[in-house]
């Protein structure tokens, strides 16, 4: 709290970091992390909170953690990511729970496992509170500067192909630095190009240059790494003084903001002290204006692939005519003069973004502060990484975020978190590890890209997922803290986190004994609770937590009744009843998760020759399997075009090998 209170004067002590770079030359770090990104600062606080000396390299100091499009954080699938990055001591939750000005869950009429804790920021806060973390990170040093070039080592000869990473070189040839992991987390960055109107312009993002072309180079030529091209693109900024918000339907926050974080009970921002945010909708005139400028508007004329879940105007007016889309006037923070149109990403002329935005009734006499843009960037095929997000042909280089075809903060928040605790294990040579999408979110994020790679930008969903009911945002500490802490499996976690999570799964593991200890006949919970029905046909004898699966029997109904076994466990009234609602829907899934997670244990050698393998394969599978080259059985599974025949030849196979 004190360091956040400090700030100005700490950024000003970062500028002599940035200014003597020269004597980071001839060190060598365990880690070294380009891009400060989102990606990039989950990545290097987690390498140094492995116990690696991590170097944090990104073009500019004051943008660390800057949120480059909607200033918002979470939501359905993305929410619980964020819980699980926070359950791994990660930062963004944390960071959510300070710069939040508007706290929502959203799909809160369905059930709690798919429920997606979501906030609106404030962009100044959220980048002060990262930067402030990472200062205060031991082992942890930053350094601006843009990477040109990775160091690696010329191909082993008895391994044709493979490469080790070595170190940095900074742009212009000068500086080069060594380590034993690097973590890649350029963004938008790489080879990209920002598009406005019919203009085009060589940039990562707005006010950005783009990564030095001698960083693609490294990746595609010397280490022959297969790369493509997405785009995306953001709205442009609304003076909000110049809105008329009465012509919007009001949207309030929840009464209580529900923190992201396990160690946090409540958010900075009071309940009182929230933002709303403003409900608009497009009408004809914006259809036209598209359709008259099209020709002015050279992103949306190419064939490269943008976010399908987070189109632009464009797009959406181009694929669903005479339809009226929905506008989220957002507030981008508590002293900001600005709105964040969600919904109006565009790369039409500035002119013509005006005249597109003043034909929705609260924008009539809009003004515009920063156009909108769009970006087109190269990405690298994640199938060419390991599951701890090594490419699998260079030991020691990770790549995490949006240079793996995802899109969003929290994807790019929890692969930085995965990659910089394996370049740290690696740096330090203990074994990588690997998350299976049995037990976390981002596993199946994980396991989809390195197995199924990408053609599109990448987000997250509930329905990715094939146990959301185990999944759940609310217990993403009892599945992931101790794993984190435990240093033979990650040693990313802090003692602080795990004595807090021990409590908790201690309590609810109590609480649920006394709740089964309550074993009565249905006619004595009658007399004990005469308001809910319960029904005669179900068994005589029904335990506290049987009768916590009923929709209207809450845990403080229950507490109340049996005050003397109950009430000490108030504090988990909500985590209890969604644990007791879900018990029958995992007790059913564990079969399926033992039978994926004993195929996840039988291991593809890497080096297996697919073509020339003794069992039964289609040429088309042995194709698919040399080019991804699944890591487990469980991947090769669910790799596309890779049949159930294929499967049982292969499981033959392996059996008889290991
Ligand atoms: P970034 O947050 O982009 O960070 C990359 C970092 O790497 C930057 O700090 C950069 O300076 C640094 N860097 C790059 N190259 C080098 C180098 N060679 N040397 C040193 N440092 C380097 N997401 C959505 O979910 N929905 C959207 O609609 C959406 N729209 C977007 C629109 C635009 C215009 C942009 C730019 C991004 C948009 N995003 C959107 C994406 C979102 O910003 C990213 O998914 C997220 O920020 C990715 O995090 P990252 O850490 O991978 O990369």
Request: a neutral charge; hydrophobic letters at 35%.
């Amino acid at each position: 709290h004190m360091l956040r209170k400090k700030l100005p004067f700490l950024h000003s002590l970062l500028s002599p970091v940035s200014r003597h770079v020269g004597h980071l030359t001839g060190h060598q770090y365990d880690v070294i992390v380009v891009g400060g990104g989102h990606a990039g600062t989950e990545a290097a606080a987690a390498a140094a909170r492995v116990g690696a000396e991590t170097l944090l390299i990104t073009q500019k100091i004051h943008t660390i953690g800057a949120l480059s499009c909607n200033p918002s954080l979470g939501g359905v699938g993305k929410g619980q990511l964020v819980k699980e990055v926070d359950a791994l001591d990660g930062l963004c939750g944390r960071a959510g729970d300070w710069a939040g000005i508007h706290f929502s869950i959203l799909n809160r009429r369905k059930g709690p496992a798919v429920w997606g804790p979501r906030a609106q920021l404030d962009r100044q806060r959220y980048r002060d509170f990262i930067q402030s973390e990472l200062l205060s990170t031991p082992r942890l040093t930053m350094v601006e500067g843009s990477v040109e070039e990775l160091l690696v080592t010329e191909p082993n000869p008895e391994e044709p192909g493979h490469h080790r990473v070595t170190g940095i070189r900074l742009a212009n040839g000068s500086h080069a630095i060594s380590a034993r992991s690097v973590v890649l987390t350029t963004g938008t960055f790489l080879s990209g190009s920002l598009f406005v109107g019919q203009t085009t312009s060589p940039g990562g993002r707005i006010g950005d240059a783009p990564s030095s072309a001698g960083l693609s180079h490294t990746l595609r030529e010397r280490l022959g790494l297969r790369t493509g091209r997405l785009r995306t693109g953001t709205p442009p900024r609304i003076v909000k003084d110049s809105v008329d918000l009465s012509l919007a339907k009001l949207h309030l926050p929840d009464s209580h903001p529900t923190p992201f974080s396990f160690l946090n009970t409540h958010t900075h921002c009071k309940p009182e002290e929230q933002l709303p945010c403003y409900l608009t909708f497009t009408t004809p005139g914006v259809e036209r204006v598209v359709r008259e400028s099209l020709q002015l508007n050279c992103h949306i004329q190419q064939d490269t692939k943008g976010p399908r879940y987070c189109p632009s105007i464009e797009s959406r007016v181009l694929r669903f005519p005479g339809r009226s889309h929905q506008v989220w006037l957002e507030p981008e923070g508590v002293t900001s003069d600005l709105l964040y149109p969600q919904g109006l990403s565009m790369t039409m002329p500035p002119d013509i973004q005006l005249r597109l935005i003043r034909e929705i009734p609260p924008m009539r006499r809009a003004e515009i502060h920063t156009p909108g843009y769009g970006v087109q960037y190269d990405f690298v095929c994640p199938t060419q990484l390991s599951p701890a997000l090594q490419v699998k042909s260079t030991q020691g280089l990770f790549l995490a975020g949006q240079i793996n075809g995802t899109t969003g903060y929290e994807e790019a928040a929890a692969q930085g978190l995965w990659a910089g605790a394996n370049a740290a294990r690696s740096a330090l040579s203990m074994p990588t590890v690997t998350l299976s999408r049995t037990e976390s979110y981002i596993g199946v994020l994980i396991d989809d890209l390195v197995s199924r790679g990408v053609t599109e930008p990448y987000r997250m969903f509930t329905s990715r997922a094939e146990f959301r009911t185990s999944l759940r945002p609310d217990n993403a500490d009892l599945r992931l803290t101790p794993k984190g802490r435990c240093f033979e499996e990650v040693g990313c976690v802090s003692s602080v986190r795990y004595q807090e999570s021990l409590r908790v799964r201690n309590s609810l593991q109590d609480a649920l004994t006394a709740l089964q200890a309550l074993f009565l006949s249905t006619s004595s919970w009658k007399k004990k609770l005469p308001s809910v029905p319960i029904s005669e046909t179900k068994s005589t004898l029904l335990t506290g937590l049987d009768l916590l699966q009923y929709n209207d029997v809450t845990f403080e109904m229950l507490a109340s009744a049996f005050p003397e076994s109950l009430s000490s466990f108030m504090e988990f009234a909500q985590r209890l009843k969604i644990e007791a609602v879900y018990k029958p829907h995992c007790d059913l899934n564990k079969k399926e998760i033992e039978r994926i997670q004993r195929e996840e244990n039988m291991s593809l050698p890497q080096d297996i020759d697919y073509f020339s393998l003794p069992v039964s394969l289609s040429d088309e599978v042995r194709e698919i399997l040399d080019r991804v080259r699944p890591s487990t059985l469980g991947a090769a599974t669910r790799l596309e075009g890779i049949t159930p025949a294929a499967v049982v030849n292969l499981l033959n196979y392996v059996r008889v090998t290991e």
